[in-house]
């Protein structure tokens, strides 16, 4: 690949990667955007959390990859208290805390493998 090639493929690569981020703003005065849309945007951040989430916590075995769904994953137990608190409380320290909580008290204390 020749260096003017090279250049020319950077710059492209560029423009389209700021393109897509900076887009947004200038169509932000001039574009309104929908209520139902707004509404439908509160639910992208859980579902991408839960989609980060999910794997590790039914999964916790990086080595084998094995479905855990029992009482023998701690990952998934400390995960129970943590979802109550953040569900009741709507209190992202309050919610970090428990979680790590539970998850160092059922490594130090529970009778997992």
Known sequence: M???TLIAVLI??????YG??????FLAGR????????????????????TLVLPSLITP?????????????????AAVPTVLVAWRTKNMYATVGVGVLAVALLRWFAPFG
């Open 61 to 77: 075995d990086s080595h084998t990859n094995a479905l855990e769904l029992g009482l023998n994953n701690p990952l998934l137990l």
């Open 20 to 25: 897509v981020r900076v887009a947004p703003l």
């Open 12 to 17: 492209g690569m560029t423009v389209v990667t």
């Open 31 to 50: 574009v309104t955007i929908p209520e139902s849309v707004l509404r439908w945007m509160n639910y992208v951040p859980p579902a991408v959390l839960a």
């Open 2 to 4: 020749s260096t003017g």
